[in-house]
């Protein structure tokens, strides 16, 4: 996200000179760096990032992660340019997750909401928790529609490769919500038909939160821990 010259990136997933080449090539400058929740399906690059940049790292509060970083509550603000990202708490996917919408009219859900599903509540999950995640973000959900329905929707994830075309992944909010039958139920039905159609788990995806929640870059190689498809998203 861009404004007046200054830059948010948002969970990012590739190397940090991406960023800084994408950032420089649109004589932008990256002031901060935003998780949305701590990640189960890939190693976060937001470390590495702010680290190399010297900028602040945000992410939801929660005692999750051992490395300093910059809590974000409900209500907060991530300042930019000339705006701000306001900070929605949307428990669910995890509960830490958070959403960051732009009132000029964007809504960055990382794996809470995707244009085609919703977030997968058991990862990481107690016995029993899944459940109990499920209605929180049957909750969260109902909030983020409250949103005004030409909202742009950009989920942290799509289930299939995407060209670096400079379009970006994104539906407005209203035909989201009409496209997906989950969204239609009410609460109880939409838990237990969540948890019937939970996919199978990422591969390394236990490796992956011990590292993401270290803030440490592995030893391994990274492209073998974060092989397979991203299976975040129930549909």
Avoid at 123 to 140: Q, V
Avoid at 145 to 152: G, K
Avoid at 162 to 185: E, N, Y
Wanted: hydrophobic fraction near 40%; glycine fraction near 8%.
């Amino acid at each position: 996200m861009a404004s007046r010259g200054e830059a948010l990136v948002i969970d990012p997933a590739l190397a940090p000179q991406v960023y800084a080449a994408v950032a420089a090539a649109r004589r932008l400058k990256i002031v901060g760096v935003a998780d949305t929740h701590v990640h189960a399906d890939h190693l976060s690059r937001s470390p590495l990032l702010a680290r190399e940049l010297w900028v602040p790292h945000y992410l939801p509060a929660q005692n999750r992660v051992r490395f300093p970083f910059e809590p974000l509550h409900d209500g907060d603000g991530i300042p930019f340019g000339g705006a701000a990202l306001e900070v929605i708490h949307t428990p669910g996917h995890t509960w830490e997750s958070s959403t960051y919408y732009l009132r000029a009219g964007s809504v960055l859900t990382g794996d809470t909401l995707f244009l085609d599903g919703v977030g997968r509540p058991d990862l990481e999950a107690r016995s029993g928790e899944a459940e109990e995640r499920g209605r929180a973000l049957f909750r969260s959900l109902r909030r983020l529609f409250e949103l005004p329905e030409e909202t742009r929707v950009l989920p942290g994830h799509v289930g299939r490769p995407l060209a670096f075309d400079g379009v970006p992944w994104a539906a407005p909010l209203g035909d989201v919500r009409r496209k997906l039958a989950l969204l239609q139920l009410e609460e109880g039905a939409f838990v237990r038909t969540l948890l019937a159609r939970i996919p199978p788990t990422p591969p390394n995806h236990r490796r992956i939160v011990e590292l993401n929640e270290m803030g440490t870059w592995p030893d391994e190689e990274p492209r073998v821990l974060e092989a397979g498809a991203n299976r975040c998203a129930v549909g």
